[in-house]
């Protein structure tokens, strides 16, 4: 089953939307597979967010993922990677539609509550940066049955 890296950002941890955004993905059908509060290392921040380092906000970026903990997730389901996305919003909370994530918390793209990779490259790849693998769990839970 497809695997997508998600992250409560600090701003999120800050605000108490950690189990706000868990309940969403809970709800909606999706298996967590793996979860931690850790604070991100500048060396883990430039390597995740590497693909934006010739971006003016580069530094602002890394400043900001490791200035407090973040709530870091593997989670589970089909098609989970696009979904969470969905479920996000757009990057710009302003531009983020109501009911998704950004949408109804965010105010400004700098701090915009949760990450979730974009693609099933980016997905392996984060994972495994965060996760080592004897922190993913797999097990079966019942409600699958109800939803696939
Ligand atoms: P993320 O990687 O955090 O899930 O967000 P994303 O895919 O929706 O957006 P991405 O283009 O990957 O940008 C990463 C993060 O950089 C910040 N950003 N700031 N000041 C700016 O113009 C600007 N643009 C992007 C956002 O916090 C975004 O989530
Ligand atoms: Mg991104």
């Keep these: 089953m497809e695997k997508t890296f998600l992250m409560v950002k600090p701003d999120g941890v800050q605000r108490n939307l950690i189990g706000e955004v868990v309940?969403?993905?809970e709800s909606k059908g999706f298996k967590l597979a793996g979860a931690k509060?850790?604070?991100?290392?500048?060396?883990?921040?430039?390597?995740?967010?590497?693909?934006h380092k010739e971006r003016p906000f580069f530094g602002e970026l890394v400043d900001f993922?490791?200035?407090?903990?973040?709530?870091a997730m593997v989670w589970e389901g089909e098609n989970v990677i696009a979904t969470?996305?969905?479920?996000?919003?757009?990057?710009?909370?302003?531009?983020?539609?109501?009911?998704?994530?950004?949408?109804?918390?965010g105010v400004?793209?700098?701090?915009?509550?949760?990450?979730?990779?974009?693609?099933?490259?980016s997905a392996e790849r984060e994972?495994?940066?965060?996760?080592?693998e004897s922190e993913i769990v797999s097990y079966n839970k019942q409600d699958s049955?109800?939803?696939y």
């Design 65 to 71: 993922i490791t200035s407090g903990p973040v709530f």
């Design 127 to 132: 994972i495994s940066l965060f996760f080592d």
């Design 84 to 105: 969470a996305r969905q479920m996000m919003g757009k990057t710009n909370p302003q531009e983020a539609a109501p009911s998704t994530i950004r949408g109804d918390f």
């Design 37 to 51: 509060l850790m604070v991100i290392s500048n060396e883990l921040a430039e390597k995740h967010y590497g693909e």
């Design 145 to 147: 049955a109800w939803i």
């Design 23 to 25: 309940k969403r993905f």
């Design 108 to 121: 400004t793209v700098g701090k915009n509550i949760i990450h979730g990779s974009d693609s099933p490259e």
